[in-house]
């Protein structure tokens, strides 16, 4: 009996502890990018509409590359509502090895863009992702992507 107990707590908690956790994707989209190479002039536009300007949000971007992309890190031109950001992130260790998760020779790479975000207003709201590795056509990214999260 007081196994079943202990059981039931420890499940209740976990559920709690789980409910606490949770987050709740409001976008997510990601634009392929011309199997040519990235053009530095192309400009991935990713426009959503949020409610909640009460709720805190993380935003991540994110890099789809395959095994030709010839770096080790990557810069992102950053627009969101008329702010303009330039990002640095390492898609690589110092030996080489990818970061991020992947199978198959597609390696997908999260990066946390804003950690804890409020909207000022109610509405359509805009991120802009231009790659900034003043190549003419970077090769080796195949798609990147915006995820917006309510906390």
């Not at 395959?66 to 990002?87: A, C, K, S």
């Not at 998760?101 to 000022?120: C, D, Q, S, T």
Request: charged share 25%.
């Amino acid at each position: 009996m007081k196994r079943r107990i202990r059981i039931a707590l420890l499940s209740s908690l976990l559920a709690i502890g789980l409910a606490g956790c949770r987050t709740d994707i409001v976008y997510s989209a990601f634009e392929d990018i011309d199997m040519a190479g990235w053009d530095k002039d192309s400009v991935c536009r990713f426009s959503y509409p949020i409610e909640d300007t009460a709720a805190t949000y993380q935003i991540l971007l994110y890099v789809r590359q395959t095994e030709v992309y010839p770096y080790q890190n990557m810069w992102l031109f950053v627009g969101h509502d008329g702010r303009q950001d330039t990002i640095e992130f390492f898609l690589a260790n110092d030996r080489g090895e990818w970061l991020g998760n992947g199978k198959n020779g597609l390696i997908e790479m999260p990066v946390l863009y804003e950690e804890a975000w409020h909207y000022p207003a109610a509405g359509e709201h805009t991120i802009t992702l231009q790659q900034g590795m003043r190549e003419e056509a970077l090769r080796g990214v195949v798609s990147v992507g915006v995820e917006v999260r309510k906390l």
